[in-house]
């Protein structure tokens, strides 16, 4: 028995009583096996989903890649422009891969709006930046944007063929963009930092005064 014991290992989960191996006091059954098996946790599916960190996750039909089942609102050609209804203050949003196309967008006061990066594209729009909005890993692109806003923190962001007004602009960061044959045009701007973008065939962004830092840009 003790030779069997060092050539099988001592545990043997199916092994009978009486056996050497055998594990005492071994359930009947898994804790699965009824009881709140369709939960996790106590919660059941729709509380999970619930619990996201996003008050909406938003996806357009013209990606082929998920279906109603898997965001919150699902967007057509048809409904896009009601884009700018789930912008809500003090909460975040996000936009799944997909082109969306709303006239405007007015980003709402303490937002975040995010996308996937490259494969989130907001286009053909003007857009508005209110204050206190995060703006990251999107793609805007032949859009009019707005930046007329204090503390709005605009990062990883691609700008393709945009015009970038700054008017009013405080306390703003911008940083690790990429700004694709665009143009920009200041008004009064001040404490605001504008660095580690990449400019290819765009503006060179210059400001006098106003007790901007605006450098280590890469100019293409």
């Given at each position: 028995k003790l030779l069997k014991t060092l050539n099988d290992g001592y545990a043997d989960y199916t092994a009978s009583e009486g056996e050497v191996g055998y594990i005492k006091n071994k359930p009947d059954a898994l804790p699965a096996n009824g009881g709140n098996a369709d939960t996790v946790g106590g919660y059941c599916a729709d509380k999970l989903i619930n619990k996201q960190p996003e008050k909406y996750i938003i996806g357009i039909n013209t990606a082929n890649t998920y279906d109603k089942s898997k965001v919150n609102i699902l967007l057509t050609n048809d409904t896009v422009n009601k884009l700018n209804n789930y912008f809500v203050e003090n909460t975040a949003t996000c936009l799944r891969e997909g082109e969306y196309n709303p006239k405007t967008i007015s980003l709402a006061y303490n937002g975040t709006l995010y996308g996937v990066g490259f494969p989130t594209i907001i286009k053909d729009s003007k857009i508005f930046f209110n204050d206190n909005c995060i703006v990251k890993d999107i793609t805007f692109r032949n859009c009019i944007v707005e930046i007329n806003s204090k503390n709005s923190n605009i990062f990883e962001v691609n700008f393709e063929n945009c015009d970038i007004i700054l008017n009013e602009t405080s306390l703003a960061y911008i940083q690790k963009c990429r700004f694709n044959k665009c143009k920009f045009k200041f008004?009064?701007?001040?404490?605001?930092?504008?660095?580690?973008?990449?400019?290819?065939?765009?503006?060179?962004?210059?400001?006098?005064?106003?007790?901007?830092?605006?450098?280590?840009?890469?100019?293409?």
């Open positions: 008004g009064k701007c001040f404490n605001n930092i504008i660095s580690n973008n990449i400019l290819i065939g765009s503006d060179k962004i210059k400001y006098y005064g106003g007790n901007n830092i605006i450098k280590d840009n890469i100019y293409v």
